[in-house]
C-alpha cells in the first residue's frame, strides 16, 4: 500500500562533515562586528578603493566585442600568453602557454586544485605556521595529512632544520607563501636556495602561494619559486589578479607549472571549475600589455604602508617589519594583557578599529600578543583608523 503524500514526514538527511573543525571564521565576525559599531575595518584583507577604469572599459569592451561564451578550459590564450611573457621577463624562466599556464577562479581555487591533484590520503603535507586558512581545509578534503612547522617566532622566517625534521617518505607537498600573510615577511634569495636545497634530494612538490609578489618593499626584489630552476621543476607557482589589480571579487588568479604536473592539474580544474569568466580574461589580457601596472605597485604600497607606520609610530603599538603584502603586525603588549582575539574585540568595539588575531592563523591558537592590520585602504581610511589609534 502506498502511503499517502500528505503522510510523509519531511526529513533532511544528516551528514557527515568532510571539514567538521570548520565554523564561521574570524574574518566575518570581525568585518560584522566592525559594521555593528561602526568601527573602521582593517581586518580583512582587501581594498576598499576602485581599480583603474580602464581595466573596467577593457573588460567592458570584450562583453560588447561578444567575448561572452565559454572559453577554453585553460584559460583564453592571449591571457596565457601575457603571464609567460610577464613571468620570463621579471624571473626569467619561460612557460608554455599551451601547456604550462592555467587561469583560475582564483588563487584559492589554484591552492585547492594543485593539493588535490598530487595529495592522496595518507599523504603528508607540510605547512609554516602561521599560515592562510584554506590551506589545512585543503590538504584534508584531499585525504592528506597536515604537518605544522612553526615559522621562528618573532621573525616569521623558515627554520630549516625544523623543516627537514618534518620531512618524511609520506611527505608528498610543501606550501610556502612569500610575500607571507599574515607576518608580512618576504623570503630572501637565500632562504628560497636553502629550500631548493633542501627539497632537491626528495619527490616533493612544492605549492608557492605568490600572490602578493609585487608588493615588495624598500627597494627588494620579490624571489619567486619560478625564478630557481630546481625549484620551478616541481613547483605549482600562484598568483592572483584580484590582488595585483584591486579587483579581488573578480576571484580570477593563474597558476603556472612544469607540463607534466600542469597536465594532473587541469584534470581536476576541468571538473571542479572547467573554466573562467571570459570576458575578464580578455580585458586582463589586453591590461596586461602595459607591465606598468604591476611594476609600479610596489611603492604605490610602500607609500600607504609608510603612512601608516608613520601613524602608528605615535601610539604604543610596536609595528614588526612589513617586508611585503598590504599588511601590518603590530605588538599591543604594552597596551593591553588581553588574549589576541579579546583585543581585537575590545579594539573593535572601544576604539573602533577592527584588526585580526595573528592566533587564529595557528591550529592551536598559539599567542603572541601580535594583531594583523591592513593598510590596502583609501587615505582618508587610513587617517580615520590612525586618528582612533591615537587614543593608544
Known sequence: ????????????????????????????VMSA???????????????????????????????????????????????????????????????????????????????????????????????????YDSYAPNIELAGGRVVRVPLRPGNFHPDFEAIAAAITPRTRAMLVNSPHNPSATVWSAAEMQRLAELLAPTDIVLISDE????????????????????????????????????????????VVAPAALMAEFRKVHQFNVF?????????????????????????????KRDLFRAGLAKTQLRMLPSEGSYFQCVDYSAVSDLPEAGFCEWLTRAVGVAAIPLSVFYAEGFEQKIARLCFAKRDDTLHAALERLAKL
Request: glycine share 8%.
Open 1 to 28: 500500500m502506498n502511503t499517502p503524500a500528505s503522510a510523509l514526514v519531511a526529513k533532511t538527511p544528516r551528514l557527515q562533515s568532510r571539514l567538521p573543525q570548520v565554523g564561521t571564521t574570524i574574518f566575518t
Open 275 to 303: 573554466t573562467v569568466n571570459t570576458p575578464m580574461q580578455h580585458g586582463l589580457a589586453r591590461y596586461m600589455a602595459e607591465p606598468r601596472h604591476y611594476l609600479e605597485l610596489p611603492a604605490f604600497y610602500q607609500r
Open 211 to 254: 600572490v602578493y609578489e609585487h608588493m615588495v618593499f624598500d627597494g627588494a626584489a620579490h624571489v619567486s619559486a619560478a625564478s630557481i630552476p630546481t625549484l620551478a621543476a616541481r613547483s605549482f607557482v600562484i598568483s592572483s589578479f584580484g590582488k595585483t589589480y584591486h579587483v579581488t571579487g573578480w576571484k580570477i588568479g593563474y
Open 33 to 131: 562586528l566592525a559594521q555593528e559599531v561602526g568601527a573602521v575595518n582593517l581586518g580583512q584583507g582587501f581594498p576598499d578603493f576602485e581599480c583603474d577604469p580602464k581595466l573596467l572599459d577593457l573588460v567592458n569592451a570584450a562583453m560588447r566585442e561578444g567575448l561572452n561564451q565559454y572559453p577554453p578550459m585553460p584559460g583564453v590564450a592571449p591571457l596565457r600568453e601575457a603571464v609567460a611573457q610577464k613571468i620570463e621577463a621579471l624571473y626569467g624562466h619561460r612557460y608554455d602557454p599551451g601547456t604550462e599556464v592555467t587561469i583560475t577562479a582564483g588563487a584559492t581555487q589554484a591552492i585547492l586544485t594543485a593539493v588535490l591533484c598530487c595529495v592522496h590520503p595518507g599523504d603528508e603535507v607540510i605547512v609554516l605556521e602561521p599560515c
